[in-house]
């Protein structure tokens, strides 16, 4: 018997939905607005919930994210009177079973609720059952949870997988614990950077080459798809592959079998292919700068890595493991962090991810080795003064009028303020985008003279300015 809660102002729809489920042996509760779903699905663990879009206290899609967090991982089915495409690519991106639109039969109804519930069960069992070897990744987040959950998915297959997401948010990492939890595990896990591929030596470092097949030849050498055979395969920054060798390289993965440079016999090799890429390889299918039928061998299952602006409930794990680990590596005693310095990190959108907290706390560290504890004063100045901005704009939100129409934080639908995590996002990530766009308007676009003035590095400037979706081409100029 599963428990099903209905959030729904029409009471007559409530009671159908009710009657529905309770018939197929199902305990339901009955929420007639947002505050009382929050309430029923804050008594007990919940395995289904039907929740409407127009609710009179707001936007019944404003409580997805609160139901992602909730333990049980119930499924949500989405009803709506009024079709809406836009709502409905919200609720699939966050997570929703399904969208429908009133009226619904019984027929429906009982379908939905039927293969819902079977989905829920089968992944409760999964999840029961999966011990995965994850020590390297750290966090327990609700979005981390649901990658890792991929990766104990596709460990039991030997299908390829590609990674995608943000640089520094732990693709290699997560392509390694493929491997580990697979039953390939006892054979290597063979790494291919191809965004250092010298061009002339592609073919020879993959598929090796015999003695004298070239100058410097001087050998017979394996190249790494041989050493990979029985093992995994990993495909870093995969869309940095040069077209030639993608042509190659999809023939390996459908024959398995390549030819070493300078022989005439094929060689074969059994391996699992794993590959990672930060890039949008379907934009560069269209733009004809990756081969689709390659594409489609790499894609055939899919795990997104969520960057670290979204798992701020990581942050603190994710900081004392990087403490740890950098103390005891450079033989320091290990420090302390304090609270303040936990919510300045906590501030910051960190457009590097993981690697680049990693860095900030590695100088932080060095930069005074014998202090017993991390105080914000040890940051950089750019994360401080993002944590003092992020103070500021709390401050004055808590003076503010209620004046939904003036601020990002309001939503235009429910009247009602966002919450503050969403609200703080927005602040930021608009003040940083105006800053951006007056950087590159003083500079007239000039990178060098952009870093030179705002103090950033180069690939910093770079990645936030595509996290922003500006470039230096842009033209800034004031707007008449």
């Known amino acids: 018997m599963a428990y099903v809660v209905i959030i729904d102002d029409d009471s007559t729809f409530r009671s159908l939905l009710s009657e529905h489920c309770e018939l197929l042996g199902h305990e339901t509760a009955l929420?007639?607005?947002?505050?009382?779903?929050?309430?029923?699905?804050?008594?007990?663990?919940?395995?289904?919930v039907f929740l409407d879009v127009r609710l009179p206290d707001g936007n019944g899609l404003e409580l997805l994210p609160y139901i992602q967090e909730h333990p049980s991982s119930p499924e949500v089915i989405?009803?709506?009177?009024?079709?809406?495409?836009?709502?409905?690519?919200?609720?699939?991106?966050?997570?929703?079973?399904?969208?429908?639109?009133?009226?619904?039969?019984?027929?429906?109804?009982?379908?939905?609720?039927?293969?819902?519930?079977?989905?829920?069960?089968?992944?409760?069992?999964?999840?029961?059952?999966?011990?995965?070897?994850?020590?390297?990744?750290?966090?327990?987040?609700?979005?981390?949870?649901?990658?890792?959950?991929?990766?104990?998915?596709c460990a039991e297959t030997?299908?390829?997988?590609?990674?995608?997401?943000?640089?520094?948010?732990?693709?290699?990492?997560?392509?390694?614990?493929?491997?580990?939890?697979?039953?390939?595990?006892?054979?290597?896990?063979?790494?291919?950077?191809?965004?250092s591929l010298p061009e002339n030596l592609v073919e020879s470092i993959l598929f090796g080459h015999a003695k004298g097949a070239f100058t410097g030849a001087n050998s017979d050498r394996k190249g790494l798809v041989e050493q990979a055979n029985g093992g995994t395969l990993f495909l870093d920054e995969a869309g940095e592959l040069p077209l030639e060798t993608q042509k190659s390289f999809l023939r390996l993965l459908q024959e398995r079998v390549y030819r070493p440079v300078g022989k005439d016999k094929e060689h074969t090799s059994n391996f699992r292919l794993v590959a990672a890429t930060n890039r949008d390889l379907e934009a560069m299918v269209r733009q004809d700068m990756f081969r689709s039928d390659l594409f489609f061998r790499l894609n055939t299952f899919n795990i997104h890595l969520p960057p670290l602006r979204e798992r701020g409930e990581d942050i603190e794990k994710l900081t004392m493991s990087c403490v740890f680990s950098i103390c005891?590596?450079?033989?320091?005693?290990?420090?302390?962090?304090?609270?303040?310095?936990?919510?300045?990190?906590?501030?910051?959108?960190?457009?590097?991810?993981?690697?680049?907290?990693?860095?900030?706390?590695?100088?932080?560290?060095?930069?005074?080795?014998?202090?017993?504890?991390?105080?914000?004063?040890h940051l950089p100045?750019?994360?401080r003064l993002c944590s003092i901005r992020s103070k500021v704009i709390k401050r004055n939100e808590q003076f503010k009028d209620d004046t939904p129409h003036q601020a990002p934080g309001y939503t235009t639908h429910s009247q009602t303020l966002q919450s503050f995590k969403e609200y703080r996002r927005l602040q930021l990530n608009s003040i940083e985008k105006q800053y951006l766009?007056?950087?590159?308007?003083?500079?007239?676009?000039?990178?060098?003279?952009?870093?030179?003035?705002?103090?950033?590095?180069?690939?910093?400037?770079?990645?936030?300015?595509?996290?922003?979706?500006?470039?230096?081409?842009?033209?800034?100029?004031?707007?008449?």
Request: proline letters at 4%; a positive charge; hydrophobic letters at 35%.
């Open 328 to 377: 005891r590596r450079n033989r320091l005693p290990i420090k302390g962090v304090a609270p303040e310095t936990l919510e300045a990190l906590a501030s910051y959108p960190w457009p590097g991810n993981v690697r680049e907290l990693e860095n900030t706390l590695d100088k932080a560290i060095i930069s005074d080795p014998m202090a017993p504890v991390l105080y914000p004063i």
């Open 381 to 383: 100045q750019e994360i």
């Open 78 to 153: 989405i009803i709506t009177g009024m079709g809406d495409a836009h709502g409905a690519e919200m609720a699939i991106k966050n997570g929703a079973w399904d969208y429908l639109q009133k009226p619904l039969s019984r027929q429906e109804i009982i379908l939905h609720v039927r293969r819902a519930l079977e989905y829920h069960q089968k992944k409760i069992q999964r999840s029961s059952h999966v011990n995965l070897k994850r020590d390297e990744i750290v966090g327990e987040s609700k979005a981390l949870h649901l990658c890792l959950d991929q990766v104990a998915h």
């Open 158 to 195: 030997d299908s390829g997988v590609l990674i995608t997401g943000e640089t520094g948010t732990g693709k290699e990492l997560f392509a390694r614990a493929i491997h580990v939890n697979s039953s390939r595990n006892k054979h290597p896990f063979v790494v291919v950077d191809c965004a």
């Open 31 to 48: 929420a007639g607005s947002l505050e009382e779903g929050k309430i029923l699905l804050g008594n007990r663990e919940t395995d289904l």
């Open 437 to 480: 766009q007056r950087l590159m308007a003083v500079t007239n676009g000039n990178i060098t003279s952009a870093c030179t003035l705002s103090g950033l590095s180069r690939s910093r400037l770079y990645g936030l300015l595509k996290i922003h979706s500006l470039h230096a081409g842009n033209d800034f100029s004031p707007k008449k």
